[in-house]
Nanobody, 126 residues
Framework: QVQLVESGGGLVQAGGSLRLSCAAS????????MGWFRQAPGKEREFVAG???????????DYADSVKGRFTISRDNAKNTVYLQMNSLKLEDTAVYYC????????????????WGQGTQVTVFS
């Protein structure tokens, strides 16, 4: 089992920044691909960003087109934590953001996720 706890959500004005954190506990953190998803009211949950990790290449990242250039995902395996730095936030970024862990980055990218966090609300206002 992997337990995931998100933090860092809140209210932010459009154009501002937030950093989300996801602390993981349980099985070996470094063996999991980690990611962030979000779900806005009335919409399906969608992939935002993912990061793999391998001792040889240390973090291959993947982003949804809607956040490329604005969001950055990173991980600190020593702290069992994954981050999502969100810059230039837009109104349409308002959603509940979920941390996710999966052994396969491919499955994670396609929403087939083994472990979810409880979610943290991000609200962007004008």
């Amino acid at each position: 089992q992997v337990q995931l706890v998100e933090s860092g959500g809140g209210l932010v004005q459009a154009g501002g920044s937030l950093r989300l954190s996801c602390a993981a506990s349980g099985r070996t953190f470094s063996s999991y691909a980690m990611g962030w998803f979000r779900q806005a009211p009335g919409k399906e949950r969608e992939f935002v960003a993912g990061i793999n990790w391998n001792i040889n290449w240390n973090g291959v990242t993947d982003y949804a087109d809607s956040v490329k250039g604005r969001f950055t995902i990173s991980r600190d395996n020593a702290k069992n934590t994954v981050y999502l730095q969100m810059n230039s936030l837009k109104l349409e970024d308002t959603a509940v953001y979920y941390c996710a862990a999966e052994t396969s980055s491919y499955r994670l990218r396609n929403g087939v996720v083994g472990f979810w966090g409880q979610g943290t609300q991000v609200t962007v206002f004008s």
